[in-house]
Protein backbone atom coordinates (compact mmCIF):
# COMPACT_ATOMS: atom_id res chain seq x y z
CA UNK A 1 0.00 0.00 0.00
CA UNK A 2 2.72 2.57 0.76
CA UNK A 3 4.40 2.07 -2.61
CA UNK A 4 1.35 2.68 -4.04
CA UNK A 5 0.72 5.92 -1.80
CA UNK A 6 4.19 7.29 -3.22
CA UNK A 7 3.40 6.16 -7.07
CA UNK A 8 0.34 8.05 -6.69
CA UNK A 9 1.78 10.90 -5.22
CA UNK A 10 4.30 11.16 -7.62
CA UNK A 11 1.83 11.60 -10.69
CA UNK A 12 0.71 14.20 -8.63
CA UNK A 13 4.09 16.21 -8.49
CA UNK A 14 4.37 15.09 -12.28
CA UNK A 15 0.72 16.36 -13.37
CA UNK A 16 1.51 19.69 -10.66
CA UNK A 17 5.11 20.02 -12.89
CA UNK A 18 3.80 19.97 -16.20
CA UNK A 19 0.84 22.34 -15.67
CA UNK A 20 2.85 24.67 -13.65
CA UNK A 21 4.58 24.82 -17.00
CA UNK A 22 2.20 26.57 -19.07
CA UNK A 23 4.36 27.35 -22.55
CA UNK A 24 4.79 23.65 -22.76
CA UNK A 25 1.72 22.34 -21.59
CA UNK A 26 0.02 24.54 -24.24
CA UNK A 27 2.59 22.88 -26.78
CA UNK A 28 2.13 19.90 -25.73
CA UNK A 29 -1.45 19.45 -25.26
CA UNK A 30 -2.53 22.48 -27.97
CA UNK A 31 -0.41 20.84 -31.39
CA UNK A 32 -2.96 18.52 -31.76
CA UNK A 33 -5.23 20.76 -31.54
CA UNK A 34 -3.80 23.76 -33.65
CA UNK A 35 -3.36 21.22 -36.36
CA UNK A 36 -6.76 20.01 -36.39
CA UNK A 37 -8.02 23.21 -36.75
CA UNK A 38 -5.75 24.11 -39.42
CA UNK A 39 -6.17 21.22 -41.89
CA UNK A 40 -9.84 21.32 -40.93
CA UNK A 41 -10.54 24.45 -41.78
CA UNK A 42 -8.34 24.60 -45.31
CA UNK A 43 -8.90 21.39 -46.60
CA UNK A 44 -11.31 19.47 -43.57
CA UNK A 45 -14.68 19.48 -46.40
CA UNK A 46 -13.06 18.32 -49.34
CA UNK A 47 -13.00 14.27 -50.31
CA UNK A 48 -10.72 12.15 -50.91
CA UNK A 49 -10.79 9.16 -53.43
CA UNK A 50 -8.51 7.38 -51.31
CA UNK A 51 -11.49 7.20 -48.70
CA UNK A 52 -13.65 6.23 -51.17
CA UNK A 53 -15.30 9.99 -51.71
CA UNK A 54 -15.09 10.19 -47.73
CA UNK A 55 -14.73 13.57 -46.09
CA UNK A 56 -11.01 14.55 -45.27
CA UNK A 57 -11.46 15.54 -42.07
CA UNK A 58 -13.13 12.53 -41.20
CA UNK A 59 -9.36 11.05 -41.28
CA UNK A 60 -8.03 14.11 -39.77
CA UNK A 61 -10.06 13.51 -36.41
CA UNK A 62 -9.02 10.26 -35.71
CA UNK A 63 -5.41 11.07 -37.33
CA UNK A 64 -5.06 13.48 -34.48
CA UNK A 65 -6.10 11.50 -31.93
CA UNK A 66 -3.75 9.00 -32.72
CA UNK A 67 -1.04 12.14 -32.96
CA UNK A 68 -1.44 13.50 -29.56
CA UNK A 69 -0.99 9.91 -27.99
CA UNK A 70 2.24 9.19 -29.82
CA UNK A 71 2.90 12.75 -29.40
CA UNK A 72 2.83 12.38 -25.38
CA UNK A 73 3.91 8.92 -25.15
CA UNK A 74 6.68 9.36 -27.34
CA UNK A 75 8.32 12.20 -28.14
CA UNK A 76 7.55 14.33 -24.63
CA UNK A 77 8.22 11.38 -23.09
CA UNK A 78 12.17 10.43 -24.75
CA UNK A 79 12.96 14.20 -24.64
CA UNK A 80 12.03 14.60 -21.01
CA UNK A 81 13.78 11.16 -20.00
CA UNK A 82 17.01 12.21 -21.82
CA UNK A 83 16.87 15.55 -19.83
CA UNK A 84 16.74 14.42 -16.55
CA UNK A 85 19.18 11.80 -17.25
CA UNK A 86 21.38 14.13 -18.06
CA UNK A 87 20.78 16.87 -15.38
CA UNK A 88 21.43 13.92 -12.84
CA UNK A 89 17.61 13.78 -11.16
CA UNK A 90 17.07 10.15 -12.95
CA UNK A 91 20.15 9.20 -10.57
CA UNK A 92 18.75 11.04 -7.61
CA UNK A 93 15.89 9.04 -7.40
CA UNK A 94 18.20 6.08 -6.99
CA UNK A 95 18.85 7.89 -2.76
CA UNK A 96 15.01 8.65 -2.31
CA UNK A 97 12.76 6.53 -0.98
CA UNK A 98 10.51 6.17 -3.87
CA UNK A 99 11.03 2.85 -5.85
CA UNK A 100 11.95 2.86 -9.37
CA UNK A 101 9.65 1.09 -10.70
CA UNK A 102 6.83 3.51 -9.20
CA UNK A 103 8.81 6.61 -10.84
CA UNK A 104 8.90 4.85 -13.80
CA UNK A 105 4.93 3.98 -13.70
CA UNK A 106 4.27 7.86 -12.40
CA UNK A 107 6.00 8.98 -15.42
CA UNK A 108 4.27 6.71 -18.15
CA UNK A 109 1.36 7.53 -16.06
CA UNK A 110 1.47 11.25 -16.56
CA UNK A 111 2.01 10.83 -20.37
CA UNK A 112 -1.09 8.71 -20.56
CA UNK A 113 -2.97 11.71 -18.51
CA UNK A 114 -1.84 14.29 -21.23
CA UNK A 115 -2.57 11.38 -23.95
CA UNK A 116 -6.29 11.18 -22.62
CA UNK A 117 -6.88 14.73 -22.76
CA UNK A 118 -5.60 15.47 -26.22
CA UNK A 119 -7.81 12.48 -27.56
CA UNK A 120 -10.80 14.19 -25.85
CA UNK A 121 -9.84 17.82 -27.30
CA UNK A 122 -9.73 16.85 -30.67
CA UNK A 123 -13.00 14.15 -30.01
CA UNK A 124 -15.08 17.21 -28.96
CA UNK A 125 -13.48 19.81 -31.59
CA UNK A 126 -14.78 16.89 -34.50
CA UNK A 127 -18.15 16.33 -33.06
CA UNK A 128 -19.14 19.91 -32.22
CA UNK A 129 -16.92 22.00 -34.88
CA UNK A 130 -17.15 19.92 -38.27
CA UNK A 131 -19.66 17.64 -37.68
CA UNK A 132 -17.34 14.37 -37.27
CA UNK A 133 -19.28 11.37 -35.56
CA UNK A 134 -17.83 10.20 -32.30
CA UNK A 135 -16.20 6.65 -32.51
CA UNK A 136 -18.61 3.88 -33.95
CA UNK A 137 -16.78 1.29 -31.83
CA UNK A 138 -15.45 3.05 -28.65
CA UNK A 139 -14.28 -0.36 -26.80
CA UNK A 140 -11.94 -0.62 -30.03
CA UNK A 141 -10.81 2.74 -29.93
CA UNK A 142 -10.48 2.76 -26.35
CA UNK A 143 -7.69 -1.12 -26.75
CA UNK A 144 -6.15 0.66 -29.70
CA UNK A 145 -5.35 3.78 -27.18
CA UNK A 146 -3.99 1.75 -24.50
CA UNK A 147 -1.71 -0.57 -26.40
CA UNK A 148 -0.83 2.37 -28.73
CA UNK A 149 -0.08 4.32 -25.38
CA UNK A 150 1.99 1.29 -24.09
CA UNK A 151 3.91 0.72 -26.82
CA UNK A 152 4.71 4.33 -27.53
CA UNK A 153 5.71 4.66 -23.72
CA UNK A 154 8.00 1.96 -24.60
CA UNK A 155 9.67 3.33 -27.73
CA UNK A 156 10.56 6.18 -25.98
CA UNK A 157 11.99 4.72 -23.16
CA UNK A 158 13.75 2.89 -25.53
CA UNK A 159 15.22 5.36 -27.82
CA UNK A 160 15.79 8.05 -24.70
CA UNK A 161 18.78 5.24 -23.91
CA UNK A 162 19.98 6.00 -27.64
CA UNK A 163 20.54 9.95 -27.38
CA UNK A 164 23.74 11.00 -26.36
CA UNK A 165 23.06 14.45 -24.50
CA UNK A 166 20.74 16.72 -23.67
CA UNK A 167 21.30 19.18 -26.49
CA UNK A 168 20.87 16.53 -28.89
CA UNK A 169 17.21 14.97 -26.98
CA UNK A 170 14.74 17.87 -28.47
CA UNK A 171 16.42 17.91 -32.17
CA UNK A 172 17.17 14.20 -32.98
CA UNK A 173 13.85 12.81 -31.48
CA UNK A 174 11.77 15.73 -33.17
CA UNK A 175 13.11 15.07 -36.44
CA UNK A 176 12.73 11.62 -36.70
CA UNK A 177 9.24 11.64 -34.95
CA UNK A 178 7.89 14.07 -37.65
CA UNK A 179 9.77 12.89 -40.75
CA UNK A 180 7.86 9.06 -39.77
CA UNK A 181 4.85 11.31 -38.84
CA UNK A 182 4.87 12.44 -43.06
CA UNK A 183 6.16 9.12 -44.03
CA UNK A 184 3.46 7.16 -42.67
CA UNK A 185 -0.26 9.96 -44.15
CA UNK A 186 -0.68 11.49 -41.04
CA UNK A 187 -0.99 15.50 -42.95
CA UNK A 188 -3.10 12.75 -46.02
CA UNK A 189 -4.51 9.72 -46.68
CA UNK A 190 -2.08 6.68 -48.37
CA UNK A 191 -3.59 4.18 -51.13
CA UNK A 192 -2.89 1.23 -49.47
CA UNK A 193 -1.34 0.02 -53.05
CA UNK A 194 1.24 3.15 -52.60
CA UNK A 195 5.04 2.39 -52.29
CA UNK A 196 4.77 4.97 -49.26
CA UNK A 197 2.05 2.78 -47.51
CA UNK A 198 3.52 -0.37 -48.33
CA UNK A 199 6.90 1.23 -46.74
CA UNK A 200 5.12 2.79 -43.53
CA UNK A 201 3.02 -0.43 -43.15
CA UNK A 202 6.97 -1.09 -41.33
CA UNK A 203 6.65 1.42 -38.83
CA UNK A 204 3.99 1.44 -36.17
CA UNK A 205 3.60 5.59 -36.35
CA UNK A 206 1.24 4.34 -39.54
CA UNK A 207 0.16 1.12 -37.96
CA UNK A 208 -1.04 3.60 -34.69
CA UNK A 209 -2.59 5.57 -37.61
CA UNK A 210 -4.97 3.24 -39.34
CA UNK A 211 -5.71 1.42 -36.32
CA UNK A 212 -7.40 4.70 -34.73
CA UNK A 213 -9.08 5.31 -38.07
CA UNK A 214 -10.53 1.63 -38.57
CA UNK A 215 -11.99 2.02 -34.72
CA UNK A 216 -13.73 5.58 -35.27
CA UNK A 217 -14.90 5.59 -38.61
CA UNK A 218 -17.61 3.22 -40.12
CA UNK A 219 -16.09 1.17 -43.40
CA UNK A 220 -17.79 -1.00 -45.35
CA UNK A 221 -16.10 -4.42 -45.38
CA UNK A 222 -13.61 -3.11 -42.45
CA UNK A 223 -13.48 -4.33 -38.89
CA UNK A 224 -12.98 -2.17 -36.11
CA UNK A 225 -11.08 -4.47 -34.52
CA UNK A 226 -7.60 -3.97 -36.16
CA UNK A 227 -5.59 -7.14 -34.96
CA UNK A 228 -3.09 -6.84 -37.09
CA UNK A 229 -1.99 -3.61 -36.50
CA UNK A 230 -2.47 -3.59 -32.56
CA UNK A 231 0.39 -6.79 -32.86
CA UNK A 232 2.69 -4.46 -35.01
CA UNK A 233 2.34 -1.64 -32.30
CA UNK A 234 2.99 -4.50 -29.59
CA UNK A 235 5.38 -6.26 -31.19
CA UNK A 236 7.48 -2.73 -31.68
CA UNK A 237 6.79 -2.40 -28.02
CA UNK A 238 8.19 -5.50 -26.81
CA UNK A 239 11.49 -5.03 -29.12
CA UNK A 240 11.82 -0.82 -27.30
CA UNK A 241 11.13 -2.48 -23.74
CA UNK A 242 14.21 -5.02 -24.58
CA UNK A 243 16.15 -2.41 -25.89
CA UNK A 244 15.61 0.35 -22.92
CA UNK A 245 15.92 -2.73 -20.03
CA UNK A 246 19.38 -3.37 -21.60
CA UNK A 247 20.65 0.00 -22.03
CA UNK A 248 18.95 2.04 -19.74
CA UNK A 249 21.25 3.94 -17.54
CA UNK A 250 20.24 6.10 -13.95
CA UNK A 251 23.69 8.02 -14.45
CA UNK A 252 24.14 11.13 -16.97
CA UNK A 253 25.90 9.67 -20.40
CA UNK A 254 28.14 12.83 -20.10
CA UNK A 255 29.71 12.05 -16.49
CA UNK A 256 30.06 8.44 -17.32
CA UNK A 257 31.88 8.96 -20.87
CA UNK A 258 34.04 11.86 -18.93
CA UNK A 259 34.90 9.07 -16.47
CA UNK A 260 35.91 6.72 -18.52
CA UNK A 261 38.45 9.21 -20.41
CA UNK A 262 39.70 9.86 -16.79
CA UNK A 263 40.20 6.18 -16.21
CA UNK A 264 42.00 5.67 -19.78
CA UNK A 265 44.33 8.83 -19.72
CA UNK A 266 45.76 7.54 -15.35
CA UNK A 267 45.86 4.47 -16.96
CA UNK A 268 48.35 5.61 -20.05
CA UNK A 269 50.10 8.10 -17.83
CA UNK A 270 50.79 4.64 -15.28
CA UNK A 271 51.91 2.90 -18.14
CA UNK A 272 54.36 5.79 -19.11
CA UNK A 273 55.82 6.26 -15.86
CA UNK A 274 56.04 2.53 -15.10
CA UNK A 275 58.29 2.51 -18.66
Excluded at 245 to 268: D, E
Aim: glycine share 10%; proline share 4%; aromatic share 10%.
Amino acid sequence: MGDVVLTARQVYYEQLNFWLNPIGAVFTVGFSVIFLLLVGSSAGHQRSSTLGGGLLISYYVPGFIAYGVMAACFNSLTINLVVRREMGLLKRVRLSPLPAWAMMAAVSANALIISAVQVVLVLLIGRFGYGVPFPHNLLALVVVLVVGAASFTALGLGTSTLVPNQEAGAPITSVVFFVLLFLSGLWFPLAASSGLAKFSSYLPVRHMIVAVYDASITQKGVSSWPWHDLVVMAAWGVVAAAVAARRWSWAPRQARSGRGRMLSGAGAAGRRRSQ
